[in-house]
């Protein structure tokens, strides 16, 4: 089956610790998008690929690292310079610019302890 | 910058219409969508505006006003499983930002 896998679905890290969440998709979406959620609130973008070895910075890029190496895969690194990241983070990959249906994984729960 | 304002919540009881209105303002557009996201789980995409006029998808429709910067989601025949957070979220060249949400309750 087609679809777009976060693991692990919860995390916990250590502060001052870099973690890496996996996200992978086999819909061959040339498009992936990385988005913060912190709870009773929106969707806010971290980072954005439209193509493999290409990503752009979204509204709160800041203490956060990504990589396209490969079209299905793209991981996010939370480093230690994110002051602040305990929330739900979720993937979500697209066709691309002529993409109207965005799919998402479901989601990993950061919680630094 | 790009901004989208929604309502933050919504009540209405079962079998009514309920309307979420989304405004938005971006330095580009493609259309516009909406997704429904149930507590602890992932958003799911329900429909998506391109041009004006109304799309219905089933009990869901959605509008968008290309030139007022303007559209909503109507459910209709609201039923208890509809009790979720609805999102618009807008498309430009190449990326997609979402509204805050509305939380919407349906009440027996």
């Known amino acids: 089956d087609g679809g777009i896998t976060q693991s692990p679905k919860y995390l916990f890290r250590k502060e001052g610790q870099n973690v890496t969440l996996s996200c992978e998709q086999n819909l061959n979406h040339d498009a992936m998008y990385w988005y913060r959620q912190d709870p009773g609130q929106g969707l806010r973008l971290i980072y954005y690929?439209?193509?493999?070895?290409?990503?752009q910075k979204g509204d709160i890029a800041e203490g956060y690292s990504v990589s396209r190496e490969k079209k299905e895969s793209f991981p996010l690194t939370v480093t230690s310079a994110q002051k602040n990241p305990t929330a739900f983070y979720l993937c979500?990959?697209?066709?691309?610019?002529?993409?109207?249906?965005?799919?998402f994984g479901q989601g990993t729960r950061l919680t630094v302890v | 910058g790009q901004s989208l304002e929604q309502p933050s919540e919504v009540t209405a009881v079962e079998g009514a219409i309920v309307q979420i209105n989304c405004t938005y303002q971006t330095s580009g557009f493609y259309g516009l969508s909406w997704y429904q996201q149930h507590d602890g789980g992932a958003p799911t995409f329900l429909s998506y505006n391109a041009l004006d006029g109304l799309e219905e998808t089933g009990r869901f429709s959605s509008f968008l006003s290309r030139s007022d910067s303007y559209g909503y989601l109507l459910l209709q025949e609201l039923q208890m499983k509809d009790s979720a957070s609805y999102f618009c979220a807008v498309r430009d060249n190449n990326d997609m930002r979402f509204g805050a949400g509305t939380r919407l309750t349906v009440k027996p």
């Open positions: 979500a990959s697209s066709m691309g610019q002529g993409g109207t249906e965005a799919f």
């Open positions: 690929s439209q193509i493999v070895n290409d990503f």
